[in-house]
């Protein structure tokens, strides 16, 4: 049984470039959260996605956006790359019970450099 | 809202010797508490976790963590450590009621010495 895939494993971009991730959820999830963890921090919420619609989102500007797939897939884009936006990317799938969210699986990430 | 706060930044201890990572949160309601632990270069995986019924909790790896609401606390703690326990650990907190979403704390880096 799969986990949480990510691609890709390392990306290099330049400032005020675009940049889209990847995220294949584990098998039988619905609801995918991305992270953001920066160098010597914890994952910082970004935003979840659930029946292809954005569910919640974290403190993180409009230049972060996401998408779902109806595979449950989902894509994390960020516009106007800045320096600070250089971490590690993580994406976790989870199961939506109709109450909430259980079970948390996290990929291997994302990791992003912005020079 | 939620917030995590994780007193070591990094603990050094040497192998078979206890350890004791640290972990305060602050909620207005009621909350489920995790750990995770995170090897590097990888993601981040479950170590244990506090729902709700006995306040001990325990991975199958030999870790515990006791959930204390008087002192809003989920210390984790390991009576023998090896070497393989190198790792960063990570506190969270996400609400009993709602969307689930953990709130992580810093981390705290457990070095285990020969």
């Known amino acids: 049984d799969a986990g949480v895939t990510q691609s890709p494993t390392h990306l290099i971009k330049t400032r005020g470039q675009q940049v889209t991730l990847r995220c294949s959820p584990k098998s039988g999830h619905d609801t995918v959260s991305w992270y953001q963890q920066a160098l010597g921090q914890g994952p910082q919420f970004i935003f979840q996605?659930?029946?292809?619609?954005?569910?919640q989102r974290g403190n993180f500007p409009d230049r972060f956006s996401g998408h779902q797939f109806p595979n449950y897939s989902s894509e994390l884009n960020v516009n106007a790359l800045l320096l600070g936006d250089s971490a590690l990317y993580l994406c976790?799938?989870?199961?939506?019970?109709?109450?909430?969210?259980?079970?948390?699986?996290f990929g291997s990430g994302t990791r992003l450099t912005v020079v | 809202a939620q917030s995590v706060t994780q007193l070591d930044s990094q603990v050094p201890v040497f192998e078979e010797a206890p350890v004791e990572l640290r972990c305060n949160y602050s909620s207005s309601v009621s909350v489920y508490l995790f750990w995770y632990v995170q090897y590097p270069n990888q993601g981040l995986q479950l170590l244990l976790k506090?729902?709700?019924?006995?306040?001990l909790v325990e991975s199958i790896n030999g870790f515990e963590a006791e959930f204390n609401k008087s002192q809003t606390s989920f210390h984790l703690r390991k009576p023998s450590v090896h070497i393989s326990d190198t790792a960063e650990y990570f506190c969270a907190v996400s609400l009993s009621g709602g969307s689930y979403i953990p709130t992580f704390g810093r981390g705290t880096s457990l070095i285990v010495h020969p």
């Open positions: 996605y659930y029946e292809e619609e954005e569910r």
């Open positions: 506090y729902l709700s019924g006995s306040t």
């Open positions: 976790a799938s989870s199961l939506y019970d109709g109450t909430g969210v259980y079970g948390y699986t």
